[in-house]
C-alpha cells in the first residue's frame, strides 16, 4: 500500500512539473504560416525596458502603434510607427530587413535586432536589443490589433518577461501612474553618478521621443 501510495505520488509530480511552461516553452520565435497575420496595424498594450533607465523611459510614451507592410523585396518590410509622449505624436517609417527569425532597422538613434515571440491570439510580442552611441539596452513590446488584452495573456506575458530577464512591472498605454524617471536615480551626493545617470535617461528618452520637428504633429 506504501509503495503504491508513493507510485502515485510520483506520477503526479511528474503530470505537474510536466504541464508548467518552461522558458524554452514560453519563448519560443513565431514564424507566421500567412504573412497576414503579422501585416497591418498594431496598437501597443504594454511593454518593458532594460536597463532599468530604459524601463522608466517607456513610461513617457503614453500610446504608440506600428504599421508593418511588405515591399518589392521579400526581404523588406515597411515599418511605420506613431509614438505619443509629451504630448505630441511622433510619426516615422524605416525598411526593416529581415532575415531568418531576425529583424533589423535602425530608429532614431539606434540600431535595432529583434524578433516576434509566440504569444496570445491577435497579439505581437516583439523583443530586440540595440545599440545608442556607446549604449546598449534591450525592449520586450506588446501591441494587438485593438489595444485590449485579456488579463490571462497579461500573466503569461509576465512569465515570458521572466524567462527573458524583462522587469514585469510593465508600462502600459495611457498608464498615468508610471514610475517617475528620477524614481529610481541612485542616492548619492557623487555629482559623476548623478550626471551619468541623467545621460542615460536622456539617451533613453531620445530613443523613445525624440526632439524631431519635422516627423511631429
Known sequence: MA?????????????????????KELVKPFMPEDSKQVFGKWVYVMGAGDPLQYHDALGSMRNSWIDLSPTSNNQVVMLRWGDYCFN????????ATVSGLATTFR????DHKGHILQTCPDCLLWTDTFRNRDVTGRYILLFTRTGQIDPEHVEVLKKQAECLNFPVNFHRADDTTGQSLTEHAPK???AEA???????????LEELCPDDKEKTE
Open 194 to 204: 548623478a550626471t551619468r545617470w541623467r545621460s542615460f535617461i536622456n539617451v533613453a
Open 107 to 110: 530608429k532614431n538613434l539606434s
Open 188 to 190: 548619492t551626493n557623487n
Open 3 to 23: 509503495l503504491l501510495v508513493v507510485v502515485l505520488l510520483l506520477t503526479v509530480t511528474s503530470l505537474c512539473a510536466a504541464s508548467a511552461p518552461d522558458c
Open 88 to 95: 505630441r505624436c511622433i510619426l516615422g517609417e524605416v525598411n
